[in-house]
C-alpha cells in the first residue's frame, strides 16, 4: 500500500466536514488519507456491531445527497444524534461521490455515534452498471484512482448490526446459511461480494409475505424468505425484530409480519422520478423495556433534489460536472481541489430543448 | 444494432387501419381488450442470430434519422431525406395500415395552421385539474406545470380537430395499489411501477380509443416456463446451493409460480375501442417519416415511464412512453429495452402515428434481440 500520510495537519476533518456540508468535492489526496484511516477503523470491528438506542436507522440513499443532508436536518445531525446507515450510498443518484464522503468523514470524526454497513451497492460490479464507477470518472477524470480507493474500502464494512441486542438489522435479509449470529461472525467480508453464499444473501434476500420458508427467487440465484424462518431466526438468536432496507416502498417504509420485518427506505423521489416518500426509523428507547419506543420519521424530497429534478424533469439543463476537473495542485490548496471553492451546488449548465423530435 | 425479426405476426395484424371514410358512420363498439384475449403463441419469440450488413445499414439509417430529427432545422443536412431510407426499413417493420384509401374529404382538412381545431384542455376533459396552460409565444402545452411539479398533479391534455389527447403522470403505487395490482396479475409487480400513468388517444366521432397503461402492459408479462430467462451465474449458483440445501426442508430449491422477471411485454397498447374491421395488416407500409422529420412545431410533449425494474441488479427492463403532437400529426413511441447482464439484451417498439389531415392511424412493432456477448463484440472495436 502506498499510501503516504502526509501529516495529520493535511487531514483535517473538520475542513473536510465543512466543504462537503457545502457540496464540494475532496481531492483525491485526501480521500485517499481517509479511506486508509477509515480502514484501520473498520478492520478492528467485528461483523456484526453491538449498537444500543438511542438510535437512528437510514436505509438506502444511492447518492441522493442533498435528501441526505434533508436526513439530517430532520433527524439531527452527528453527533448528537446516534445514526446507524443500512447501506447502499452510491449509484443511481448524481451526488454518490458527495455522498460517500461525507459519510466517511463522519465515521471518522465520530467513531461511536455514526455506524455504516455493506449494502449490495458497496461492491465492485455492481458500482460498475450503475453509476458510481461513471460519476468517479467524470468527476475525478479517468486517470483517478477514487472509485478503486473507494471500492476497497468497501470490503471493510461491517454487514450487520444489533440494537440493544434485540433488533438485528443488515441490509438486505436472511441467508439459509445463517442459523445464528455466529455463522456472520465467522465470515471473511473483506472481500468482494461474492455472488454465492451468506454474504451474498445478507445483502441481497428479500421477504415475501406469502412464504413460510426460503425459496430461490424467478430469476435463478437469490432468496426470498418467509415467516418461519423469520420466526426461527430472532428465536434462536433472542432477537425481536429485523430491520433492513433494499426495497423501494412508495410510503418510506414497510412492516411485514405485524413488524417482525420492516423495512427502511430513505432515497425520496428515488432516481428524481419515482415520487414516493422516504423515512428514517428513530428509535428512542429500548424496546424491550418500551415496544412504542419508534418512529418512521416520514418526508418528502429536499428542496434541492427536486429543483434538481424539476429541471432534468423539464428538460431544461443537465448536471455538468465540467468545471470540477480542473488542475490538482496540492501544494498550493492543502490537497484541496483549486475549482472545489464556491462552485455552485447545483450545475444546472447544458441547455436542452424542452421537447424531442423523436422518431 | 440488432436483428429484427420479420417473421411474427401479431393479432392486430388481422386488422386494418381506417380512414374517416371507413370508418365514420360505425356504432360505438363493445371495447375490445386485444391483449387478455390473446390466444397461446401469438407472440413467436424472437430469433436470436447474427444480423446481416442489410440490417446493419438499415439500423444506422434509421440511428441517423433520428439524430437528424432531433437537430433544429438550420442545421439539416442534405443526407437526411427520409425517403432514402424507406425501403430499408420496411423490412424491419411490421405496419398496419389501410392502404391508399385516403379520405375523402381530405380537402376540409387544411394543411394551414388556422383551419386546426387546436383547444386546451382537450375538449372531452371534464376533470378540473387539467389546468395545463399553453406557452403564449409557442403554443405548445406546458408540462408539467412549473409549480405543480411536486407531488406530479398534472393531467395535461389537448385537442386536435375531433382528437383528444391525454397524459398521466403521478407517482409510484402504494402498497395498497402494488397488491391490488398483484391479485390482478398473479406476479410480483416491477420495482418502479407507474401504474397511474397513462397515455391515451381518443376519437369519439371515429370511434376510436387506445390507451397506453402499466397494468395491461404486465398482463402480456409471460408466466410461460419456457420464456423464462436465467441470471448468467444461476447455474453455478444452483448447483452450488442444491449440495448445500440437500435435506434442508427449510429451502425450496424449485422455482414456484414462475414468470418473466425481465418483463418483457408484448403490449402495444389497449384497443379499448376500434371501429370495425379493426386495424388492417400491411408490412409494406411506413409511418411517413417526411411528415415527422418537417419540424412543425410541437404542440404537445411528454415522456414517462410506465413501469422500470433493475432486476436485482442483473441488468435493466423498462417501459417507456414518448409522444408528440403536431398540428397535423401525432407520433407515440413505446419502448420495452430489457438487458440481462451477459446474457441479452432486447428492444420492443410499438409507434402509433395518427395523421389528422388523412385520419389515418398507423400501428407499427418492432422487436429486436441480440446475446449479449455478440453485441458486446460488435460494438467493440477490432
New interface residues.
Given amino acids: 500500500m502506498t499510501c503516504e500520510i502526509k501529516s495529520e495537519v493535511s487531514l483535517d476533518l473538520d475542513e473536510c466536514l465543512q466543504r462537503l456540508y457545502k457540496g464540494q468535492l475532496l481531492s483525491e489526496t485526501i480521500i485517499e488519507q481517509l479511506c486508509f484511516k477509515l480502514k484501520e477503523l473498520l478492520i478492528q470491528d467485528s461483523n456484526l456491531i453491538h449498537l444500543a438506542s438511542p438510535i437512528t436507522l437510514v436505509g438506502d440513499i444511492h447518492g441522493q445527497f442533498f435528501d441526505l443532508l434533508e436526513i439530517f436536518k430532520i433527524g439531527g445531525y452527528p453527533p448528537d444524534t446516534n445514526y446507524l446507515f443500512l447501506g447502499d450510498y452510491v449509484d443511481r443518484g448524481y451526488h454518490s461521490i458527495e455522498t460517500i464522503s461525507l459519510l466517511i468523514v463522519l465515521k471518522l470524526k465520530y467513531p461511536s455515534r455514526v455506524t455504516l454497513i455493506r449494502g449490495n451497492h458497496e461492491s465492485r460490479q455492481i458500482t460498475t452498471n450503475y453509476g458510481f464507477y461513471t460519476e468517479c470518472a467524470t468527476k475525478y477524470g479517468q486517470q483517478s484512482k477514487v472509485w478503486k480507493l473507494f471500492t476497497d474500502l468497501f470490503d471493510f464494512f461491517p454487514l450487520a448490526a444489533s440494537i440493544d441486542g434485540s433488533l438485528f438489522c443488515v441490509h438486505g435479509g436472511l441467508s439459509p446459511n445463517v442459523q445464528s449470529i455466529d455463522s456472520i461472525l465467522v465470515i471473511d467480508r473483506f472481500k468482494e461480494i461474492p455472488h454465492d453464499g451468506p454474504m451474498a444473501d445478507l445483502v441481497w434476500s428479500d421477504p415475501d409475505i406469502e412464504l413460510l420458508n426460503f425459496r430461490i427467487s424467478s430469476r435463478g440465484a437469490g432468496y426470498q424468505f418467509g415467516i418461519n424462518v423469520v420466526n426461527k431466526f430472532l428465536h434462536l438468536n433472542g432477537f425481536e425484530r429485523i430491520y433492513r432496507a433494499h426495497q423501494l416502498c412508495n410510503e418510506g417504509y414497510q412492516v411485514f409480519w405485524r413488524g417482525k420485518v420492516n423495512t427502511v427506505w430513505s432515497a425520496p423521489n428515488y432516481c428524481y422520478r419515482c415520487g414516493n416518500k422516504a423515512s428514517i426509523l428513530e428509535i428512542t428507547e429500548n424496546l424491550d423495556a418500551n415496544p412504542k419506543g419508534f418512529k418512521f420519521n416520514v418526508f418528502d424530497a429536499s428542496p434541492d433534489s427536486e429543483k434538481e429534478f424539476t429541471q432534468i424533469e423539464n428538460g431544461l439543463g443537465s448536471i455538468d460536472y465540467d468545471e470540477l476537473s480542473g488542475d490538482y495542485d496540492d501544494d498550493d490548496n492543502f490537497g484541496w481541489q483549486n475549482v472545489a471553492t464556491g462552485a455552485p451546488m447545483n450545475r444546472i449548465m447544458k441547455k436542452a430543448p424542452y421537447v424531442e423530435y423523436f422518431m | 444494432m440488432v436483428k429484427a425479426n420479420n417473421a411474427e405476426k401479431d393479432e392486430a395484424s388481422s386488422g386494418p387501419t381506417f380512414s374517416s371514410h371507413d370508418v365514420i358512420n360505425h356504432e360505438n363498439q363493445p371495447s375490445r381488450k386485444a391483449i387478455t384475449k390473446a390466444p397461446d403463441g401469438l407472440y413467436p419469440k424472437p430469433i436470436a442470430s447474427s444480423f446481416n450488413t442489410f440490417q446493419i445499414d438499415a439500423a444506422r439509417r434509421?440511428h441517423m434519422?433520428?439524430i437528424n430529427?432531433?437537430m433544429p432545422p438550420r442545421f439539416k443536412t442534405p443526407n437526411s431525406d427520409p425517403r432514402d431510407t424507406k425501403a430499408g426499413q420496411s423490412r424491419h417493420f411490421h405496419d398496419e395500415k389501410s392502404s391508399e384509401s385516403r379520405s375523402p374529404d381530405k380537402n376540409e382538412q387544411s394543411t394551414t395552421d388556422k383551419d386546426v381545431q387546436v383547444q386546451v384542455p382537450a375538449m372531452g376533459c371534464d376533470d378540473q385539474n387539467c389546468q395545463n396552460p399553453r406557452c403564449a409565444h409557442c403554443g405548445?402545452v406546458i408540462i408539467?406545470a412549473?409549480a405543480a411539479?411536486?407531488?406530479?398533479k398534472d393531467t395535461p391534455s389537448i385537442s386536435i380537430n375531433d382528437w383528444e389527447i391525454y397524459t398521466a403522470r403521478?407517482?409510484?403505487?402504494?402498497?395498497e395499489e402494488?397488491e391490488h395490482f398483484e391479485s390482478i396479475l398473479g406476479v410480483p409487480v416491477p420495482?418502479?411501477i407507474?401504474g397511474n400513468n397513462k397515455v391515451e388517444v381518443l376519437n369519439s366521432n371515429k370511434n376510436l380509443h387506445i390507451c397506453f397503461n402499466s397494468l395491461d402492459a404486465l398482463r402480456t408479462v409471460s408466466v410461460d416456463n419456457k420464456d423464462?430467462l436465467?441470471?448468467s451465474?444461476?447455474?453455478?449458483?444452483?448447483k452450488?446451493?442444491a449440495k448445500?440445501?440437500h435435506n434442508?426442508?427449510?429451502?425450496?430449491?424449485?422455482?414456484?409460480?414462475?414468470?418473466d422477471?425481465t418483463y418483457t411485454t408484448h403490449y402495444f397498447g389497449t384497443d379499448l375501442t376500434v371501429p370495425e374491421g379493426g386495424f388492417v395488416h400491411d408490412d409494406s407500409y411506413t409511418i411517413p417519416?417526411d411528415k415527422?422529420?418537417k419540424?412543425s412545431p410541437?404542440l404537445f410533449?411528454d415522456?414517462m415511464?410506465l413501469f422500470e425494474d433493475?432486476?436485482?441488479?442483473?441488468g435493466i427492463s423498462t417501459l417507456n412512453i414518448?409522444i408528440?403532437v403536431m398540428h397535423d400529426c401525432m407520433?407515440v413511441?413505446q419502448r420495452s429495452f430489457v438487458r440481462v447482464?451477459n446474457v441479452l439484451v432486447r428492444i420492443h417498439d410499438t409507434r402509433l402515428y395518427v395523421d389528422f389531415e388523412e385520419n389515418l392511424v398507423v400501428r407499427e412493432f418492432k422487436r429486436q434481440q441480440q446475446d449479449y456477448d455478440k453485441l458486446v463484440k460488435s460494438c467493440s472495436r477490432p
Fill in positions: 434509421m434519422l433520428t430529427s432531433r405548445a408539467p412549473p411539479t411536486f407531488p406530479f403521478k407517482p409510484i403505487l402504494t402498497k402494488i420495482e418502479m407507474f423464462i436465467k441470471v451465474y444461476a447455474d453455478e449458483w444452483f452450488s446451493r448445500a440445501h434442508d426442508d427449510d429451502v425450496l430449491m424449485e422455482i414456484i409460480k414462475p414468470y422477471w417519416h415527422l422529420t419540424h410541437i410533449f415522456d415511464t433493475e432486476l436485482g441488479d442483473n414518448k408528440r407520433l413511441l447482464d
